[in-house]
């Protein structure tokens, strides 16, 4: 998705919501300008009418007062939602800039152990090792993950044994799963890929596998699997069109609300990784996470497809 139709999605569902959920975020920011003093604060409030109680309690943080940049690092099944929060967020803080790069989970969790990003976006669960290494799982989102075919497969539902038996290759054509007699060809992301890791954790496939074709990126896999006949493939569920069509897995759609209810199996959390916890990031990291929990961050996460943790 273009990065002004992007803009425009997220835009329209904040579109409702009141501004100033960072409330004195930025007072807390190294390059904010120095507090008044308690006698210049009721002056200033004489002098406008008001009385320094309501001065106190006036919300939101000057947008002046976050200044400087944010780096994200991570997962390209993230983009989406990382894109869409990068946008708002500068625009209601218009002198911070946040800058997202997409090449995969692992290369994410890597470049915030390494202090090379502030964040990692992970379409996964931390490894052990990975949080052994002082990296902290801020769950941001869930997301469930679609089985897609290209268009012309008449095959309509997937039982577990049956995505598990075509990945590991012992059903390699679809007659055996309910289809035309056709080879399958198995798509599948490449090595590092976070939906990679989480698709074949819940299979149990891990390192068993038999792809035909590894790609780079959640729009690849689309693109070939709407393109190649006989082919079967997984992705986000917010990125799902009209270009494939979306398997039932035993039985169940992948809608928000399956998933939400846990009668869908294919589901993972998008994680925001930092290294050390959020109250030990600096001020625009925090400010940041602040929005992602806030009333407006929920509706953001809702307006790109995905599922809020609250």
């Known amino acids: ?4 139709m992007v803009k425009t999605l997220a ?4 579109a409702v919501l009141t501004m100033g959920a960072l409330a004195g975020c930025g007072s807390n920011t190294a390059e904010s300008t120095a507090a008044p003093t308690t006698a210049q604060s009721e002056a200033e409030a004489t002098t406008a009418g008001t009385s320094s109680a309501e001065t106190t309690t006036a919300a939101p943080a000057a947008s002046a007062d976050l200044k400087g940049s944010i780096s994200m690092v991570g997962s390209t099944s993230m983009e989406k939602f990382a894109t869409a929060l990068s946008e708002i967020f500068m625009e209601k803080y218009p002198n911070v ?7 995969g989970s692992g290369a994410g969790v890597e470049a915030v152990n390494n202090g090379s990003a ?3 976006n992970s379409s996964r669960d931390l490894k052990d090792e990975e949080k052994a290494n002082g990296i902290a799982e801020n769950i941001v989102a869930i997301d469930g993950i679609a089985v897609v075919v290209d268009p012309a497969n ?14 590991n290759g012992t059903i390699t054509n679809w007659k055996d799963a ?24 819940i299979l149990d496939v891990a390192d068993a596998c038999k792809y035909s074709n590894e790609l780079d990126s959640t729009g690849a896999v689309m693109a070939k699997v709407a393109s190649t006949p006989g082919s079967i493939g997984y992705v986000s569920l917010d ?20 998933i939400k209810a846990g009668t869908y199996f294919l589901s993972r959390p998008f994680v925001m990784a930092t290294k050390g916890e959020i109250s030990e990031q600096n001020d625009l990291v925090k400010a940041l996470f602040d929005y992602i929990y806030s009333d407006e961050g929920t509706e953001l996460v809702k ?3 995905l599922i809020p943790t609250k």
């Open 97 to 103: 800039t946040v800058q997202a790069e997409f090449v």
């Open 303 to 305: 307006s790109v497809g």
């Open 1 to 4: 998705m273009k990065k002004n």
């Open 178 to 201: 309910g289809g035309a007699d056709q080879p399958i060809v198995v798509i599948g992301r490449e090595s590092g890929s976070g939906t990679r890791s989480a698709f074949e954790e």
């Open 118 to 120: 502030d964040i990692g």
């Open 154 to 167: 008449a095959v309509e539902d997937l039982t577990k044994d049956q995505l598990t038996s075509i990945y």
């Open 11 to 14: 835009l329209a569902g904040m």
């Open 239 to 258: 990125v799902l069109d009209d270009t494939v069509k979306t398997l039932k897995l035993d039985g169940t759609e992948a809608t928000a609300d399956n």
